[in-house]
């Protein structure tokens, strides 16, 4: 194998890609390849239809071998994306991976650009400011730092659960910290799920409580991230738990306080049926909840709030001492290698499309309430019945309520098309009813979705296609609470006015409202819309862009149930496969003070937001402890007399790029 | 092959613009632009650092003294940036980097600091479109032209300097 000497003259190796069509439809490659050949210490240079293709990764390799090559550069797509593909290449062919430039040719000019000449010209320009880079370059090292093995996942709906389990049968440690005071989410409060049409807390409820049971989980309920820091293989998390007046590890949640309350009946809105039932100051929040223990709601708790009780759940308690008025909130830290971001969403609030009358005219529902409705656990013990107690003849569903609207969100929400047709199905079983089903499209993509659309539409639900446009009472005198649903029907061209005594509106799915303020917590991005952005939206789909830290389930986009599963277990993959590796590699893009031209101003030292610049003061000189930099360069740009120095962006390496896609 | 190049004035002269994106968000942001395939400008040439907190003024000068007509530099939003503050500390040296430039005749148009985000891929577009245009209306900045002109002149002070200096000591020995 040649092994290159630091004494060897620069020998560059030039290679630009076609990227099919993608690069070479709009850049002139061939001519890229020529004008580069002719720049100072080129020795090869050439076009190659894929780059990141094993043959065009062995061309590079063959060159370095024979060519005697020790600096490279391609010009090809992003170096987000192929970076470290090249590096892997060069560094197999036995030098160093940083003696190596990519040129981003491709999402920076040929696919925002139309003009070939001017796209060719300015891809010359780019390279041009590589090649005079590359021959400054040093040999790096990767830096390795220890992990810690245990994993924070964030949201215990149903792909937090997923993500914790996958995690947790591995033997990692791994702490759930939900926000509210039970695990499952939104599919717990679901009836039956599509397109099985199968049971959702048959389903949902043995994972519930394997996460209660698992010897390697710590459930933290009714408690919420508060700070993070740190950075990938060591976060230290700050958790905030909510006091619940409730000594978890004493109470078996036998419900004795809920009987004993002194408020006899049920009063409250519950919070879990969507207000649509009642419950007691002391609750279990329903039936199946995880942990399976009860909590005292400081708003309505006449104790919490005047202390003038007569403190019956106390007594109910007896020995076992379970409640504890004087709780108070706890901030806990925890130290954690990699996190699981799995907040999830919340549904559209229908009082922004004030026209569907919702909350205006009692029998207007959402779906989600109406899945309450449906589930025998809720308040009506799964009778759908209008708010005066009776059934429902007619019923219209509305779909896209919050989806695919200029005036509200524009996105598909996915999941509304499929669980509308569920409710269709389980109300028109419950009740006899007819069903109208309201659509702009009907979306059922997927395995089995189709199929079930099929079904259901051979079950004898009407299907309009056409959007509602209004929603209000019935004029006539026998009315009794009757609605008017007005739409046109596209398919044959009129408007119809359809009586229903039910409407069911089809809301759509939404990043939570703190979706921002988590995002900052956790340093990632959203898209415009407010999801959680992956690093990737194919390669990468459930990392971020920071390294550590992945995505499940809805707060990265609307999906459904299947999916959100699946994203789970392959963000514990990601997970899984840092921590086994033992360690994690680290950009060796860190800063070092050139001591001999250290002028002792000290002005770099509260510029490190991580405390990693320290003030020797017998040698009166800057020190930067390299474990701690994090590589951002912001003392290198502030050092006055230039003695700090980043790897990779060293001052000469960036002068000599602005020199290079200028020198024309 | 010139459709946008030379700093010089003649027909055909196109603005160039460098740009110095933070890895975490403007340049990941201009990426975007490109898999969203919107269309901008082609007289940006980005350079990519890890964040807008190693942008030094110099590099913002040596880009105008190599004939740049604008520099545009990229970085996170307030609060995000994933250093937690390199932009605050870009924002502090862009104010008093503004106020340098302005002194050296530096028309305000031409330097540009502006926060996209990863998800902000039309932000780039937009933003450089916008500087492409203002500074078409400017015209060129010959910063290399007007370098070679300030060179001469101080060569020349410094000649007239030393032609001074040579008198004044061949006086001195003629006065001993």
Known sequence: ?664 | MKTEGNSGSGAGWSPRIVAFFCNWCTYTAADLAGVSRLKYAPNVRVIRLMCSGRVDPQFILEAFARGADGVLVGGCHPNDCHYVEGNYKMLRRARMLERLLEGMGVERERFRLEWISAAEGEKVKVVVNEMVERIRALGPLGWPERMGEWDREVAALAERVAVEERKQQEGEVEHV
Not at chain 1, 477 to 490: F, Q
Request: glycine share 8%; proline share 7%; with cysteine.
């Open chain 1, 1 to 664: 194998m040649y092994i290159p000497k630091k004494s060897d003259p620069i020998r560059i190796g030039f290679y630009v890609c076609h990227c099919g069509v993608n690069i070479a439809g709009t850049i002139d490659v061939k001519a890229v390849a020529d004008y580069a050949a002719k720049l100072p210490n080129v020795v090869v240079a050439r076009d190659y239809k894929y780059m990141c293709s094993d043959p065009g990764q062995e061309l590079i390799q063959q060159d370095i071998l024979e060519h005697r090559l020790n600096r490279i550069v391609v010009a090809a797509c992003s170096p987000l994306l192929h970076e470290s593909t090249f590096r892997g290449a060069i560094s197999k062919a036995g030098i160093n991976p940083y003696f190596f430039q990519m040129v981003n040719i491709r999402e920076h000019n040929s696919w925002v650009h139309t003009d070939r000449e001017a796209a060719t010209h300015k891809a010359m320009a780019q390279v041009r400011a590589a090649i005079a880079r590359v021959p400054l370059h040093k040999p790096l090292e990767v830096k390795k730092a220890p992990i810690n093995p245990n994993v924070l996942v964030v949201g215990g709906g149903i792909a937090g659960i997923h993500a914790a389990l996958v995690l947790a049968n591995a033997g990692k440690l791994v702490y759930l910290v939900e926000r509210e005071p039970t695990i499952g989410g939104h599919m717990a409060k679901f009836d039956k799920t599509f397109p099985t049409l199968d049971c959702a807390m048959c389903v949902l409820s043995p994972k519930m409580s394997a996460v209660d049971k698992h010897p390697n989980i710590r459930l933290w309920t009714y408690s919420e991230v508060v700070k993070v820091d740190g950075y990938v293989g060591n976060y230290r998390v700050t958790v905030r738990r909510k006091p619940r007046y409730i000594i978890e590890d004493l109470c078996t949640g036998c419900q004795e306080c809920v009987n004993a309350c002194v408020y006899k009946k049920p009063t409250f809105p519950d919070e879990f049926n969507l207000g649509l039932g009642k419950r007691k100051p002391v609750f279990l929040p329903f039936p199946q909840a995880v942990p399976p223990i009860v909590m005292i709601d400081p708003e309505t708790c006449i104790e919490v709030k005047t202390g003038k009780c007569k403190k019956t759940c106390v007594e109910a308690c007896g020995d076992r001492k379970a409640i504890d008025f004087k709780q108070q909130e706890e901030l806990r830290e925890i130290h954690v290698g990699t996190i699981i971001v799995a907040t999830g969403f919340k549904t559209f609030d229908p009082h922004r499309t004030p026209y569907y009358g919702y909350g205006v005219y009692p029998n207007v529902y959402t779906a989600l309430e109406v899945e309450r409705l449906v589930n025998s656990s809720g308040p009506t013990a799964g009778e759908v019945v209008l708010k005066n107690g009776e059934k429902p003849k007619k019923v219209a569903i509305i779909h896209c309520v919050g989806s695919r609207d200029e005036n509200t969100n524009r996105w598909c929400s996915r999941v509304c098309c499929l669980y509308s047709l569920k409710l269709a199905h389980l109300i028109h079983e419950r009740t006899e009813a007819e069903i109208f089903n309201f659509y702009i499209d009907m979306r059922s993509p997927g395995k089995s979705m189709e199929e079930f659309y099929n079904r259901i539409s051979e079950e004898g639900i009407q299907m309009i296609r056409g959007k509602v446009a209004d929603v209000f009472p019935d004029p006539s005198p026998d009315a009794n609470g009757r609605l008017i649903v007005k739409a046109e029907d596209t398919l044959m061209g009129r408007i119809l006015h359809v009586p229903v005594d039910m409407v069911v509106l089809a809301v759509g799915l939404e990043p939570h409202p703190d979706a921002d303020d988590v995002r900052r917590l956790f340093n990632m991005s959203c898209s415009s819309e407010g999801w959680f952005l992956e690093r990737h939206p194919k390669l990468a789909p459930v990392s971020t862009p920071t390294e550590g830290i992945f995505l499940a389930g809805c707060c990265q986009g609307p999906k459904d149930i299947p999916d959100s599963v699946a994203q789970a277990g392959a963000a514990a993959a990601e997970a899984f496969s840092l921590i086994d590796r033992g360690h994690i590699e680290m950009e060796p893009n860190t800063a070092y003070v050139v001591e001999g031209e250290c002028s002792g101003c000290k002005s770099c030292v509260p510029l490190c937001p991580y405390t990693a610049i320290s003030f020797l003061a017998d040698k009166q000189k800057a020190y930067i402890n390299e474990a701690l930099c994090k590589g951002c360069g912001t003392c290198v740009g502030a050092c006055p007399s230039g003695s700090i120095v980043q790897n990779l962006f060293e001052d000469a390496e960036v002068f000599s790029e602005i020199e290079g896609v200028l020198a024309d």
